[in-house]
């Protein structure tokens, strides 16, 4: 059966839209944005990484990802947010108890990981050398 929906003259369908942007607007923005992986990927960023490189952090994962918390790049071996490498990462990434590469899709693990490495070897493994150094 197919449904098909009234014929609305240019009036009503403007009336329509503006009363659907105000019911959107009315809820919280906070809400509407927590429920994103780029959201997501944020908040995770901003509550590994210290404030001093927070920003860096930030646009790292970006460049890295577009914040995509399930991005994976390498022919497979990169993963998350940050692009972990995993096999190049293993020895350090096990000592921090992660069993499995799939495990650094979580945003919260792959920020972790990445600021490790970052205080081991500054923002090298990510092939740039920005102003704020560890």
């Known amino acids: 059966m197919r449904c098909s929906l009234p014929r609305l003259s240019r009036p009503a369908a403007v ?28 908040a995770a960023i901003r509550q590994v ?10 646009q790292v994962a970006y460049k890295e990802s577009g914040l ?3 991005a994976r790049g390498c022919n497979g ?3 998350g947010l940050f692009q972990i490498h995993y096999s190049a ?3 350090l990434i096990a000592s921090m ?3 499995k590469p799939e495990d ?5 693990v792959n920020s972790t990981v ?12 990510w092939g740039i050398e920005p102003q704020d150094s560890p």
């Not at 001093?52 to 952090?57: I, K, L, P, Q």
């Not at 990445?114 to 493994?125: D, I, N, T, V």
Request: charged share 20%.
């Open 49 to 58: 990484w210290p404030e001093e490189h927070e920003t860096t952090a930030i």
């Open 15 to 42: 009336l329509v839209l503006a009363v659907l942007a105000v019911a959107v607007s009315w809820m919280s923005p906070r809400l509407l944005a927590s429920e994103t992986p780029q959201a997501d990927a944020l």
């Open 68 to 70: 995509s918390p399930t």
């Open 77 to 79: 071996d990169c993963f």
């Open 114 to 125: 990445a600021y490790r490495l970052f205080r081991q070897a500054g923002w090298k493994p």
């Open 89 to 91: 990462n293993q020895r």
């Open 104 to 108: 650094l899709f979580d945003p919260v």
């Open 97 to 99: 108890g992660i069993d």
